[in-house]
């Protein structure tokens, strides 16, 4: 069993930054694919960022590519999300998740153990 927890959300203007932090309790952190997901009310859990054991090859939705990068430090049994040039839309709750290699990166049903989540709140 994979714990999560999400810490690094808040209150934000309209183009300014956050940085969402995950860490893991499973000492195999570098084992699992890392994705970030997030959901506003009223709509369905969509992707958000994903990024490979191993290689670190990382994945975007479009709708994030070249504002968010994904990272991950295996010693710290941490995944991190940087969120650049915020947009009202992007107001959600995030949730870090983890899954077993081999998955489709992009669907949430695909990985197995999920963070409480945090929220982002981007102000116009």
């Known amino acids: 069993q994979v714990q999560l927890v999400e810490s690094g959300g808040g209150l934000v203007q309209a183009g300014g930054s956050l940085r969402l932090s995950c860490e893991a309790s499973e000492r195999t952190f570098n084992f699992y694919r890392m994705g970030w997901f997030r959901q506003a009310p009223g709509k369905e859990r969509e992707f958000v960022a994903a990024i490979r054991p191993g290689d670190d090859t990382t994945y975007y939705a479009d709708s994030v590519k070249g504002r968010f990068t994904i990272s991950r430090d295996n010693t710290k049994k941490t995944v991190v999300l940087q969120m650049n040039s915020l947009k009202p839309e992007d107001t959600a709750s995030y949730y870090c998740?983890?899954?077993?290699?081999?998955?489709?990166?992009?669907?949430?049903?695909?990985?197995?153990?999920w963070g409480q989540g945090t929220q982002v709140t981007v102000s116009s």
């Open positions: 998740a983890a899954g077993r290699p081999g998955g489709p990166w992009y669907s949430d049903t695909t990985y197995d153990f």
